[in-house]
């Protein structure tokens, strides 16, 4: 494979991965600082080292919007200083970014709301006071009734849909982002890889799912077919579970070894699911082939803090607040 795309980075002297995060802005940034990515006041110190971000910075409850904007400052920073961050897209963004909110709490919508709240009111007000639509226009009638919900809904919905669009301020920079992302030997993907999307290259499937999310259209009226839907496709699929030890391999060797790859790290499925013994414990499977590294950072799952680290010589750790453990 020629690193042609944004699908790929160069051997990384240190790469730290994190899985979901689900709005816990504090719990991300302590889990970082205690990875010795950032300082204090929450500055890449970095240096050359890669960060890698596996999605789901959105859905059930937190911060996303002051999320999204710090990984975009923490870009430029570790780009200034020889490194990388990436965010991998997850199931989650690509929901919201077609308006399927149905995991979005009302602390999310807030953190997308004018300052004011004023603000919104007045917005709301001054959209109620348009004249009613006459004539039975459909199209005009069905806009009235867009506006008589907004009354109802809560304060930032609107902003947070216009937001989290594919031309909107967020949805510009998450289609940007990959669907997958292959560091040296290590392929990141936010809910797995069926051995069946390995057929082709990393970026020809990149693409394939960017080219449907930009679509501006409702996520049900996306293509069924695309990757970015189906049930094993990378935001979706969730291969550690409910898979004896065996399958996991054989599978794994067959997607591993069409992209000439030895590790895939995910998120996507908590790892307290996949082994109920190990709550919020990094889990190492097929003999360090995949590791499941979303241990619940969300508030929603426990927030419990944890970061994946691979030296250059390949060894894999788990970073935790009391501690590293070899994995």
Request: glycine share 10%; charged share 25%; net charge neutral.
């Amino acid at each position: 494979m020629q690193p042609s795309s944004n699908c790929y980075h160069r051997p990384a002297s240190r790469l730290v991965a994190v899985g979901d995060i689900h709005g816990n802005f504090d719990g991300w940034i302590r889990i970082l600082r205690i990875a010795e990515l950032l300082d204090g006041r929450g500055t890449w110190i970095g240096g050359d080292a890669t960060l890698v971000m596996t999605g789901d910075v959105v859905g059930r409850g937190g911060y996303p919007k002051r999320i999204y904007l710090w990984l975009r400052r923490l870009m430029r920073e570790a780009e200034a200083a020889g490194g990388r961050v990436e965010f991998v897209l997850g199931n989650h963004e690509s929901m919201s970014m077609h308006h399927i909110h149905s995991y979005t709490t009302v602390e999310e919508y807030r953190d997308f709301a004018p300052p004011s709240e004023l603000d919104q009111f007045e917005l709301r007000s001054s959209l109620a006071s348009l004249p009613s639509p006459g004539g039975g226009d459909p199209q005009r009638n069905a806009a009235m009734l867009d506006i008589s919900r907004l009354q109802e809904e809560p304060l930032g919905w609107l902003e947070f849909r216009r937001a989290m669009a594919p031309t909107g301020m967020v949805g510009r920079w998450l289609v940007r982002r990959p669907n997958l992302f292959v560091v040296d030997k290590t392929l990141f993907v936010h809910g797995g890889l069926h051995p069946r999307y390995a057929i082709g290259q990393p970026q020809d499937l990149d693409q394939r799912i960017r080219d449907e999310l930009s679509r501006l259209s409702p996520y049900f009226e996306l293509d069924p077919r695309n990757p970015a839907l189906a049930e094993d496709g990378p935001h979706w699929y969730r291969i550690a579970l409910r898979k004896s030890e065996q399958a996991l391999s054989i599978e794994l060797d067959e997607t591993l070894g069409n992209w000439d790859l030895e590790r895939m790290v995910v998120g996507h499925t908590p790892t307290f699911l996949i082994d109920p013994r190990s709550p919020g414990k990094i889990l190492s499977k097929a003999n360090g082939r995949l590791m499941c590294i979303d241990v619940g950072i969300g508030k929603a799952y426990g927030a419990r803090l944890a970061a994946l680290e691979i030296t250059q010589d390949g060894n894999a750790s788990a970073i935790y607040p009391d501690g590293r453990q070899k994995l």
